[in-house]
């Protein structure tokens, strides 16, 4: 039974101790957790403006940090502004609770939910700013009805998530106000909560003093930046945190690679063996690249010039070069792709579609990491995809001609490479075209120089190595042109005559090498993996980031990129540093994260098709409802059990039928009070002091209170069994209570 107190504080018996001490103070545990928890969710309405100002700052931050990030600036400004609405509405009928309200704000989220249900799954394919805006929206609705300190919780809560949304694609250090300003918030609701609480005398559970004060901010402290660097460290990051084997990138085979390098031939421009035909049909026509191709102008930039853009924003726990195209045909100029794109939409429906990579289908590939690409500048016929591409993710409007536009987002699925040295020594390389070993006319210098290189080469992986070694050592890089995708030297030039080359010219005599020697290859087109943020755990792709290689084709292993071009920014992440540095680097249990990121993938395809369901438009309505009736018969039935808040105490009710008729009689009176006055009865308050202050000005109705108060003692109290007359009275008073106009 919970606890009454009459006016003069007469005790109340208590029942005799627990048996056994353990079970006494377990049951005092989770007496101390409920009063705790009932201390942060108390029903009771909240009248601090301070409170509900913060909360509000809480929504118009996590609104900002959402349009800071690249969401819709309208969005933002437009939940702010109906959030700022929902926290003056709330406020002024704050203690006049309405039926209402709740079922309006639960009808409008169901509502956004069906506009929005597209849009908050591309979540599925890594942009999680339309959840986020969502989220925004709910909050904005939701604080409508803010009306309790739960609420209040429960909305900063709401903000945090949506700043976790919006750090999904924060890729910049700038976004970190926005985390320490959240942070400060908190502390300040923490603190005016406290402060508040104590200056209205409100039932603190506090021993008063100063080493307890100090104690225990220095807990509230350390518990909010513990729980911002578990956040932090459950973020993905790391150059520690690659999958096995232990490598931190993926990067083409280079003349770094070779540990012995073999004897290099004597190449003499002009050699006797070559006829005047031969030599007047040679290439001399600078390569380039075909329509589309990612390429910089023709001046020169550094990786710090302001006017170098951003290209690509990439979250991956392992570097890769990032290859958009390949290009498999060359007519003596122009590098052109003669073969369909390697993928194959499967589901044209939903908000997302999945596409395979053909290329790498069926394999045996048992390691896998994911990539999440932000595409910031247009690439018509270019999708980019980390070594080896199985999978990709994407809206359904992204993607459309086979290339990516400045705003998509996309997910891929790549396999580690399985292939070692030692591997593809043991391996050949299989011509599965055979346009892809076709040299143009007047390549015999090509072939003959290629024959040179590879002279006792034991395998076809050594005859590539030989010759990335060879234009490694004997090339010469055009240092005006770090990464740009133009040609500065005709294949002749650039291999018989010494003249610089860049790193399509680098790219194109390695194709061509090969092809001399027999082995099938082509040339790849994309970026560097660029410079990763570790506050972010992203890749910075720049515009002078832009790359061409080879890659050739092994029978069992696929294409094998290789890259001979000597960029001095070609700098491998490598892993080390301290102890701490490697803790906030890795993150704990990379396996949790990647299933949680793996989660959403695996519940599309059901998601979808519930969607689709004719039911669910049906089912979804009626299931909210019936949450709604179970919420109001829920809250009523709480009412009827309970006079005030709070948790109950271990103490004994005295027996007998009419008393217990003769309280729940006295709930329906208070009920009655409350639901006319707006106000409920507070936890330090007796029966008698509610009824006093509560005075309506009608002597009638007053009478009626000042006796129910007297019998609620003597039910509560008096061990005198309640006397029939007394109960049939309660009835009539009640129903006196109940036919009383306005009060």
């Not at 909305?155 to 320490?180: T, Y």
């Not at 932090?232 to 070779?258: D, E, H, K, N």
């Amino acid at each position: 039974m919970v606890r009454l107190s009459n006016n003069a504080g007469n005790p109340r018996s208590t029942t005799a101790n627990p048996p056994g001490a353990r079970a006494a103070g377990f049951r005092k545990l989770l007496q101390l957790l409920r009063l705790w928890l009932s201390r942060f969710f108390s029903p009771r309405t909240e009248d601090s403006p301070r409170l509900r100002l913060l909360g509000l700052a809480s929504l118009w931050l996590a609104a900002f940090g959402m349009s800071w990030v690249g969401g819709s600036l309208w969005l933002s400004l437009g939940g702010g502004a109906l959030g700022t609405l929902g926290h003056w509405v709330s406020w002024r009928w704050r203690h006049q609770p309405s039926r209402l309200r709740p079922v309006l704000i639960v009808v409008s989220v169901m509502a956004l939910a069906f506009l929005m249900r597209f849009k908050v799954l591309e979540i599925f394919s890594g942009d999680w700013l339309p959840a986020g805006h969502f989220l925004v929206l709910v909050l904005a609705l939701a604080s409508f009805d803010l009306r309790t300190r739960g609420g209040l919780y429960t909305s900063l809560g709401m903000s945090g998530i949506v700043l976790f949304f919006a750090s999904q694609q924060a890729f910049d250090v700038s976004f970190g106000m926005f985390v320490v300003g959240f942070v400060v918030l908190i502390l300040a609701f923490l603190s005016v909560t406290f402060l508040e609480d104590g200056i209205r005398g409100a039932q603190v559970h506090w021993v008063h003093g100063r080493p307890t004060a100090l104690i225990y901010w220095i807990g509230t402290a350390c518990a909010v930046f513990t729980l911002a660097g578990v956040a932090f460290w459950l973020m993905p990051r790391g150059q520690s945190a690659f999958i096995r084997p232990a490598q931190v990138t993926i990067l083409p085979y280079t003349a770094s690679t070779i540990k012995e390098a073999p004897p290099l031939p004597e190449i003499v421009p002009g050699d006797a063996s070559e006829t005047p035909e031969e030599t007047i049909g040679s290439l001399s026509a600078a390569p380039a690249l075909g329509d589309g191709a990612p390429r910089r102008s023709e001046e020169p930039r550094s990786p710090d010039d302001p006017f170098n853009p951003v290209v690509l924003f990439v979250r991956s726990k392992v570097a890769s070069y990032w290859r958009g195209q390949t290009l498999e045909r060359f007519d003596g100029q122009n590098w052109t792709s003669s073969r369909t794109p390697q993928f194959v939409v499967r589901t044209r429906d939903g908000p997302t579609v999945l596409l395979i990579n053909r290329e790498n289908f069926g394999r045996r590939n048992r390691v896998r990491y994911y990539q999440t690409f932000f595409v910031q500048e247009d690439h018509p016929t270019s999708v980019f995809m980390g070594y080896q591409g199985l999978r990709i993710w994407a809206d359904k409007e992204a993607l459309k001609e086979r290339g990516v536009s400045r705003g998509d987002s996309y997910r891929v699925l790549s396999a580690h490479p399985r292939y070692t040295p030692e591997r593809l020594r043991n391996d050949a390389a299989r011509n599965i075209d055979p346009r892809l070993t076709h040299l143009p006319l007047g390549s015999t210098r090509i072939k003959n120089l290629s024959r040179k290189i590879t002279e006792g080469a034991t395998s076809d992986f050594d005859k590539a190595e030989r010759i990335v070694n060879f234009l490694t050592q004997e090339g010469k890089f055009d240092p005006n042109r770090p990464g740009d995708l133009l040609s500065s030297a005709t294949p002749d030039q650039f291999l018989f005559q010494g003249r610089p080359g860049s790193a399509l010219d680098y790219a194109s005599a390695t194709v061509l090498l090969a092809r001399g020697a027999g082995l099938p290859a082509r040339m790849a087109v994309g970026y560097l993996p660029g410079v990763r943020d570790p506050l972010s755990g992203a890749y910075m792709v720049r515009e002078s980031d832009a790359h061409a290689w080879a890659e050739v084709y092994f029978a069992r292993y696929g294409w094998v990129p290789f890259d001979a071009a000597p960029r001095e920014d070609l700098v491998v992440p490598g892993g080390g540093g301290s102890r701490l540095h490697r803790f906030f680097q890795s993150g704990v249990g990379e396996n949790i994260y990647g299933a949680a990121k793996a989660a959403p993938a695996r519940l599309a395809p059901p998601t979808l098709e519930l969607l689709k369901n004719p039911l669910f438009s049906v089912l979804g309505p009626l299931v909210a409802l019936v949450m709604l009736v179970g919420r109001w018969l829920y809250t009523r039935s709480s009412s009827d059990k309970a006079i005030m808040p709070g948790h109950r105490l271990p103490y004994s009710s005295l027996p007998g039928r009419r008393r217990r008729e003769l309280l729940r009689l006295y709930y329906q009176v208070e009920r009655l009070l409350r639901r006319r006055t707006g106000v409920r009865r507070s936890s330090w308050q007796t029966v008698g002091s509610y009824t006093t202050l509560r005075a309506t000005g009608q002597p009638e109705v007053q009478g009626h209170l000042s006796w129910f108060a007297r019998a609620v003692w003597h039910a509560a109290y008096n061990p005198v069994e309640v006397p029939e007359s007394m109960l049939e009275e309660a009835r009539v008073r009640l129903t006196q209570l109940k036919s009383q106009g306005r009060w």
